[in-house]
């Protein structure tokens, strides 16, 4: 019988030596939580393909934005949902706009919370788009000039950070340059620099309410078969001045993840999407796997493959599993 002479088992023993030697540990300082925000008050719409989260109008939002923060998660990414929606999105470039009014809301009852935007149209046009359709495509340039317009009412709204996520050619350079010029040159930006046109995005559709009316997103996000395109993208967008560079989806993308962390020296972000949740919850549901054993090792595993931020809708049950 062959007997080894190496063991690695030796450091599997017991909880005191595999925590010693674990290489990986997530932390609630890692994690970022979507929230959605909707008109009206004290609306709370359950988004039944994702368990646990809601469209929230904006004192509901409050609410949880402070009960949030008391479970140690210091920073969110919102999204607004408007009532009304048009061929341009007008509401995303109003400076009364329900995304505007959540962030001025939010920063005044809870000022310490890092509040990240989302910079895009499609949850604000009535096409579901990511900008502005001319001859029945998504026109690049004219987007960016919205796009633009778009960052600085974020900002004088008081956003911390934005984040451009329409795969728009040259977004990045556009929302810097719209954010320096008006004084706004310590904003960062957190660039979806390698989005995929994912379908892991479609119980997202449902809480924005932005699926494409016609067509879908193949002519501005990413083939999923792609690396070194990615790459690319990653390039481009840390030469227009990406302060963070985020891959989504991750879980379907770690190698991207990785690729990203080994190749560029910025942070680098990750987004754990809504199907990737979606899927965690209906398996749990019906009882084939153990919800928090999976969540936190998918977590865990976006963490290793390079991520230093994680925009997951489990941050919260991360952060009270983490406190246990
Ligand atoms: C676009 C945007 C999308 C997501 C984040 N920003 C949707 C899309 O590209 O269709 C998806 C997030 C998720 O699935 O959790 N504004």
Redesign the pocket.
Known sequence: MFTPYYRPRRLRRNDAIRELVRETNLSVNDLIL?LFVVEGENIKNPISSMPGNDQLSIDLLIKEVREVYNLGIRSIIL?GIPDQKDATGSDAVNEKGIIQRAVMAVKEAVPEMYVIT?V?F??YTDHGH?GAIVDGHVDNDTTLQMLSDQVITHARAGADMVAP??MMDGMVGAIRKGLDDNNFENIPIMS?AA?YASG??G???EA?E?TPQFGD?RAY?MDPANSREAMYEVELDVNEGADIIMV??ALSYLDIIHKVKTQINLPVAA?N???E?SMVKAAAKLGWIDEQKVAMEILTSIKRAGADLILT?YAKDAASWLNQ
Do not use: I, L, M, T
Request: charged letters at 20%; proline letters at 11%.
């Open positions: 979507p999204f989302d895009c499609c949850e990511c996520s329409g979806y989005k892991f995005y119980p997202f559709r924005a932005s997103r996000q989504k989806p987004y999407v809504s199907g949740f809708y």
